[in-house]
């Protein structure tokens, strides 16, 4: 079993890939355009969809804190790409009820950019393969 520092890739056919990590698998394919199956998200989907929903960890550890219901609370990821299709921002917008107080709502966006996904990506960490 690999560790949460160690993550083994392997194919299980087609052009699905699967990571283990943590005692979890984690399930990618590609789009049938691009001759997969679409039974799955794509690598970089899955990579998108890890900056939002690490936003959202730090969103229900606030509220949970707080006792605040994050019942109604959304956040909408948009990314954002260069005419060569590189990724240029993602936006992340924390959309909340009407009867979500207002004093914590600028402490809501504070803590949401505390996002380690996010921190990782702008520490910039050398890749090699």
Do not use: W
Request: aromatic letters at 6%.
């Amino acid at each position: 079993m690999a560790s949460e520092s160690e993550i083994v890739v392997t194919f299980p056919g087609g052009k699905r890939v699967d990571a283990q990590v943590g005692g979890h698998t984690v399930h990618t394919d590609q789009p049938v355009q691009s001759g997969g199956e679409n039974t799955a998200p794509s690598p970089f989907t899955l990579f998108a969809a890890s900056l939002g929903t690490c936003a959202g960890i730090f969103v229900v550890g606030f509220c949970r804190k707080r006792g605040l219901s994050t019942e109604g609370i959304r956040i909408v990821e948009r990314l954002h790409h260069g005419e060569d299709g590189a990724l240029t921002g993602v936006d992340l917008d924390i959309e909340v009820p009407a009867a979500f107080p207002e004093k914590y709502r600028d402490a809501l966006v504070r803590v949401a950019d505390q996002c380690s996904v996010k921190r990782a990506i702008q520490a910039q960490p050398v890749f090699q393969v």
